[in-house]
T-cell receptor, first 114, second 114 residues
Framework: NAGVTQTPKFQVLKTGQSMTLQCAQD?????MSWYRQDPGMGLRLIHY???????DQGEVPNGYNVSRSTTEDFPLRLLSAAPSQTSVYFC?????????????FGPGTRLTVT | AQSVAQPEDQVNVAEGNPLTVKCTYS??????LFWYVQYPNRGLQFLLK??????LVKGSYGFEAEFNKSQTSFHLKKPSALVSDSALYFC????????????FGQGTTLQVKP
């Protein structure tokens, strides 16, 4: 199993550009989520999904879109990048029903918006 | 509202000494609690969890955590710290409901000095 994979590892964008961060998992997990990590602020939930076709907003959803057309993939779209979106982004997945709930994290994408 | 607090930004300990990283929580219902570790430039790795049962939970790399319901705490411990334990540690609690959603604390940097 590859686990949770994320691409790209690094990205630099100019203000106003758009891009998609890719996330995929091969563990047949129902639950997938996107977090951003900023110094001193821990992990903040952006969007999450409990299954294909179902998404919901987390704590900091503004400026981001997601979709879940398959169980495996959960891309995060930045519509019009802003310097405030400079951060490290992590994708995670887990079972959502009564199994273990521990989340498996991808290696992260470091995004800089200039 | 459900929340997790890690009161210490940083914990310093000498190699070979015991370590404790503190976590308190606030949830409705029975808590599902987790500890994760993040090494530099890496994603988060699962360390251990408390779901039910024995209040002392053992996890990876010799870590353990003690669940204390009356004090609403879930402190991470290790009897003898290693320099290689130096990392960022996150406590998390599962949000009630069958989603798999977690709320993370701010994180505590553990520095183990030789």
């Amino acid at each position: 199993n590859a686990g949770v994979t994320q691409t790209p590892k690094f990205q630099v964008l100019k203000t106003g550009q758009s891009m998609t961060l890719q996330c995929a998992q091969d563990m047949n997990h129902e639950y997938m989520s996107w977090y951003r990590q900023d110094p001193g602020m821990g992990l903040r939930l952006i969007h999450y999904s409990v299954g294909a076709g179902i998404t919901d907003q987390g704590e900091v959803p503004n400026g981001y879109n997601v979709s879940r057309s398959t169980t495996e993939d959960f891309p995060l779209r930045l519509l019009s990048a802003a310097p405030s979106q400079t951060s490290v982004y992590f994708c995670a997945s887990s079972y959502s029903r009564e199994k273990s709930y521990e989340q498996y994290f991808g290696p992260g994408t470091r995004l800089t918006v200039t | 509202a459900q929340s997790v607090a890690q009161p210490e930004d940083q914990v310093n300990v000498a190699e070979g000494n015991p370590l404790t990283v503190k976590c308190t929580y606030s949830v409705s219902g029975n808590p599902y609690l987790f500890w994760y570790v993040q090494y530099p430039n890496r994603g988060l790795q699962f360390l251990l969890k408390y779901i039910t049962g024995d209040n002392l939970v053992k996890g990876s790399y010799g870590f353990e955590a003690e669940f204390n319901k009356s004090q609403t705490s879930f402190h991470l411990k290790k009897p003898s710290a290693l320099v290689s334990d130096s990392a960022l540690y996150f406590c998390a609690v599962r949000v009630s409901g069958n989603t798999g959603k977690l709320i993370f604390g701010q994180g505590t940097t553990l520095q183990v000095k030789p």
